[in-house]
């Protein structure tokens, strides 16, 4: 006769040898959504920068009709020339108002020639005051016109 081997039983355990990835997919999407709310937010501003000016052929002077389109020249410190005057930011919607209303309806518009170092959110609070100024048409110019 064999000996007899003694009967080996296994304990039947709740101890998983895989891992469970689930939890850990749920916590890398949730985020990645963050990151992607989040990422946009972060930029406060930035910077513009103006393409170099190329040579354009050269126009006719506008006629006794038609009148050339008004400029305002923001420089590198943020202050604003209309038509090569100074002029105060509390100062700049009424004049510009009185210079557009001077002109016909149809040519009150105007080109904007910023310095490439001036401040974008400066730029934009020109053009804001502009069309509350009442400019029909607004430019960005890289050069006097």
Known sequence: MHPRRPVVVKPQSGIQSD????PLVDVVLVLLIIFMVVTPLMR???QLQLPAAQAAPTEE???SKELAPGLVRLTADGALLLDGEPVSEADYVPRLRAFLEARPPG???LFFQPDARA???RLVAALDGAKAAGAEALGLSVEHP
């Open 19 to 22: 891992i469970n990835v689930t």
């Open 44 to 46: 406060g501003e930035f």
């Open 119 to 121: 401040p974008y959110t």
């Open 61 to 63: 002077a506008p006629t």
């Open 107 to 109: 040519q009150r518009g």
